[in-house]
């Protein structure tokens, strides 16, 4: 029996700002830190909009498209790094929106960048070994850069959501695998408003160490390489990393094409990926095998391959998009982008 | 506002559950316990009922002066949005661009703030509408589906 | 069921009164309607107070009890009722006192209304006034109370044509009739042009088309008919009294370019009167936004409904035009505290009927009528003056 994915959906904010609006703030050139990160825009979030609305209308959009009783889902777990509460779970407004509410269990969970995919793998857990139906992960956040740093440019909103069971199933998970270890290569305290990085430590010793070394894991797990593949999608921190790591491990650019969002909507942290992912659920069909391969600083890898199934036939993909959000774009200037995320210190309500 | 109070009302705000009357069908958001159109017989005989969150612009008018809650947004949309179902109820218009708000307008439902109690306080859900675009017109759209 | 009349009015300032408390409102009209009654303390039987929201404005409930006591009418320890019911209460006071008096447990009784409404900041104010609208399902919603009636005045431009030009038409005329009332917030007139540019509050409805907040007391007493006549040679009576609800959130009304509540208080008033809206010569309506006198000339049935945006561009409703409406100034420019704007509204009419309105006088007035709203729509009531001889 496998585990593996029965919906899916994401959703992303309709606002835009330009690398150029940053750099022209903080005296940098904008134009080539977008070149150079291989990014043209990033996602915004409304100033109605958080990680909690984010991840509802994410598990919406799954639900909306197979007729599931949401009473069947045992589980849902949500990942982020810009939870709305730091006490107070995510996951307990979802489930009250999307009708699961109250007989099943819920948290939230934290891994960085890798939060989601974490989720994922723990309903598999609960699914395959018959504790619940279903389980719904998400990985969803509106994750900030310090104004004026490297990762003002490319950090941004988003999420998805994805019910995990194990039958109607629209694509199985054969193979999952980590990497984990103690990197501090991105890191927030508690009570710090911007994420802090080690700058080039990102790279080699972080990102490519552990997206490596967990691909290296799955090709053996699975006996494949990377032209078994028909799609592969990564963690994408910027649009430079997960291509040059893709190149590495033997990927083709037609492979990651559909999943490298990063370069429209930039990085949206715990939903990079997942976002990715449901992009390239949108158009694939029965037989594909896809490639996943999260990151999340602090650090680990859980890589995923995927097998589409003929019962993505039968669930409904008609209606948004995820290419049709990231094509429905509202620019903003750094001023409305500075007010809509709290970035100008405003006087405290009177009431 | 006190916390037992929005809470009481979360799901009508989270998942637009209004009632229909067993008696003559009439759907009413939010709950009643009593039908206004049939008085006393419509009493125990309200069933709990779900808005399929889609519906069309009835009026509306752009909020320029705005409660301190509502600095961010303003100027925003305020409307009266008749439902599917012939409710109708009183909210926001939003991913939209106010001069380009009609009279008739399709919307439906999404999930956003409403608000909170100050930065250190309970943050407040609802609904909201947005104009329905033209790839949703056919497809499965991520209002709250009807069970 | 006694007829009513009024015998004696008294009001203050209406404005920015930053002297003057809550307290000192009060007290002020009443004492000067009592003189004007001629009544001694010993002759009244109870008070009523019109307010909406001392308790938000100024922390303050229980002030009925408070206003008898700082009148001096602590030690008679008179019945004292406070009347709330949004910017109606008033008018709903004048009404509680009437049926005081017809039912006859009552000879004389004092009906005051007061606000105090600059005693917190604007932003509080306008959110205290919204607390008349549904809290649950307008208000937490983003609903203002400008936003509700602005959207009654864009359905109202969408079915029927009115333009913004004609709801502007009704600030000019309310603000050329408060130039002539030695008591208006506002004594100046204004232009098309300024109410058009006017800031936006909620489009359509700008700065100008907007009632402003207001402090102020207006405070009538009334009689028994059959004693009025040892207070004053003119005591006016008040023929028909008419009283209504409806929904309480403006998307549960019927129309959205109708107020039913009025049209049915004053379907009562003007039958108990045994009046038709062409008998009335002067009217005071509900104009807490320009929107608001349109309807209520159309659902009062001066006019045809669609018809009000017309009829007051071309002078239908201006003073000693077919109806004079609002030659107070309104509460647009008269002010609207809003407890006490149902009783300064009588007190315009009852002047009117007996001739003492001056440079605002409607020549030949015999019968007037009073209309004031709660909420967006949710009370109405009107009332129906005439002379009494």
């Known amino acids: 029996m496998s585990a593996g994915i029965v919906t899916y959906g994401g959703y992303i904010p309709r606002f835009r700002i330009r690398p150029r609006e940053i750099g022209a703030v903080w005296g940098a050139d904008g134009e080539a830190m977008g070149r150079g990160l291989n990014i043209k825009a990033k996602s915004v979030p409304g100033p109605d909009e958080d990680v909690i609305t984010i991840s509802v209308e994410a598990a919406r959009a799954a639900m909306a498209r197979v007729d599931l009783d949401p009473a069947d889902i045992g589980a849902i777990y949500v990942g982020s790094e810009s939870h709305p509460y730091a006490v107070k779970p995510t996951a307990t407004v979802v489930a009250e929106a999307i009708g699961a509410a109250p007989v099943m269990t819920a948290a939230d969970f934290e891994f960085a960048c890798k939060a989601g995919t974490a989720a994922i793998q723990t309903c598999m857990g609960l699914t395959l070994s018959k504790m619940y139906k ?59 408003r911007y994420p802090s990085h080690g700058g080039r430590f990102t790279g080699e010793p972080a990102y490519f160490k552990h997206v490596g070394s967990c691909a290296q894991l799955l090709f053996k797990r699975a006996g494949t390489t990377a032209e078994d593949y028909d799609y592969a999608v990564f963690h994408q921190p910027n649009g430079k990393f997960p291509v040059r790591v893709g190149k590495q491990l033997g990927f083709k650019d037609s492979q990651m094409d559909t999943g490298l969002l990063v370069r429209d909507i930039g990085n949206t942290y715990s939903g990079a990926i997942l976002v990715g992912l449901c992009a390239i659920l949108d158009e694939a069909d029965p037989g594909d095998r896809i490639f996943a391969m ?21 669930i409904r993909r008609d209606g948004r998009t995820i ?13 409305t982008y500075a007010k809509y995320r709290g970035k100008i210190a405003m006087r405290e309500a009177a009431a | 506002m006190a916390i037992p109070r929005f809470w009481r009302e979360i799901p009508s705000r989270y998942n637009l559950i209004g009632t229909k009357c067993g008696n003559c069908g009439q759907v009413d958001f939010p709950p009643r316990e009593v039908c206004p159109e049939c008085g006393r017989r419509s009493i125990g005989n309200m069933e709990r009922f779900r808005l399929k969150g889609t519906g069309k612009v009835v009026t509306y008018a752009v909020i320029h002066d705005a409660p301190a809650q509502f600095e961010m947004q303003k100027p925003y949309v305020l409307a009266i949005i008749e439902t599917d179902e012939g409710v109708r109820l009183t909210s926001q218009v939003i991913d939209v661009a106010p001069e380009d708000v009609r009279i008739d307008m399709r919307v439906q439902a999404v999930f956003r703030k409403l608000g909170q109690e100050g930065r250190a306080g309970v943050i407040h859900y609802g609904y909201k509408f947005r104009p329905v675009t033209s790839e949703e017109r056919g497809g499965a759209a991520s209002a709250p589906r009807a069970t | 069921m006694r007829d009513v009349a009024v015998i004696g009015v008294g009001e203050t300032q209406f404005g ?3 002297d003057s408390s809550f307290r000192d409102l009060g007290i002020e009209a009443g004492l000067k309607a009592i003189q004007d009654a001629k009544v001694v303390a010993e002759e009244i039987d109870a008070v009523y107070v019109g307010n909406m929201s001392a308790g938000k404005f100024i922390d303050q409930e229980h002030v009925s009890a408070l206003v008898a006591d700082y009148a001096g009418l602590a030690d008679m320890h008179l019945p004292t009722v406070r009347v709330e019911g949004g910017g109606a209460c008033g008018a709903i006071a004048l009404l509680q006192a009437r049926m005081a008096i017809a039912s006859g447990m009552c000879d004389i009784v004092v009906v005051g209304g007061a606000e105090k409404m600059t005693d917190v900041g604007e932003v509080q104010a306008a959110e205290i006034l919204s607390s008349t609208a549904d809290q649950e399902w307008e208000s937490v919603f983003g609903a203002t109370f400008a936003g509700l009636y602005a959207m009654m005045a864009r359905r109202h431009m969408y079915e029927f044509g009115t333009t913004r030009e004609q709801l502007a038409a009704v600030a000019v ?28 509050v ?15 007391a207006a405070a009538v007493v009334l009689c028994a008919m059959e004693k009025a006549r040892r207070y004053t040679e003119t005591p006016i009576r008040i023929a028909g009294s008419g009283q209504a609800s409806d929904f309480l959130a403006l998307h549960d009304r019927r129309e959205l370019t109708t107020m039913d509540a009025t049209v049915v208080a004053g379907k009562r008033a003007f039958a108990e009167a045994k009046v038709e809206p062409k008998d009335i010569q002067v009217a005071e309506v509900h104009d807490n936004f320009t929107i608001s006198e349109i309807l209520a000339i159309e659902d009062l049935r001066f006019v045809e409904k669609g018809k009000g945006g017309p009829a007051t561009a071309e002078g239908l409703t201006a003073l000693n035009g077919k109806i004079s409406v609002n030659t107070s100034g309104g509460l647009k420019a008269r002010g609207q505290p809003v407890g006490a704007t149902g ?30 709203l709660g909420g967006t729509g949710a009370t109405a009531v009107v009332h129906v003056f005439e002379r009494a001889d």
């Open chain 1, 323 to 335: 290419k049709d959000m990231v094509k429905d774009a509202v620019f903003l200037d750094y001023a």
């Open chain 3, 173 to 200: 005329k309310n603000h050329k009739n408060g130039a002539l009332n030695p008591v208006a917030q506002f004594q100046k007139e204004i232009t098309i042009e300024t109410v058009l540019q006017s800031p936006w």
């Open chain 1, 134 to 192: 279903y389980g719904m992960a998400i990985g969803s956040d509106t994750s900030q850069g310090a104004p004026g740093d490297a990762l003002e440019y490319s950090a941004s909103a988003g999420g998805a959501a994805f019910v995990v069971g194990t039958d109607r199933l629209i694509a199985t998970i054969d193979h999952t695998v980590s990497y984990t270890t103690d990197t501090p290569d991105f890191w927030r305290r508690e009570g710090q």
């Open chain 3, 343 to 372: 009783v300064a509204q009588a007190i315009e009419i009852v002047r009117q009927l007996r001739g003492q309105a001056g440079k605002r006088q409607v020549v030949g007035a015999r019968r007037g009528l009073t209309h004031t």
């Open chain 1, 294 to 314: 999260g990151y999340g600083s602090g650090a680990g890898s859980d890589g995923f391959d995927l097998t589409v199934t003929d019962e993505i036939r039968k």
């Open chain 3, 16 to 18: 920015e009164l930053w």
């Open chain 3, 202 to 216: 909620a489009e359509p409805l700008g700065v100008f088309d907007c009632a402003p907040l207001s402090d102020g």
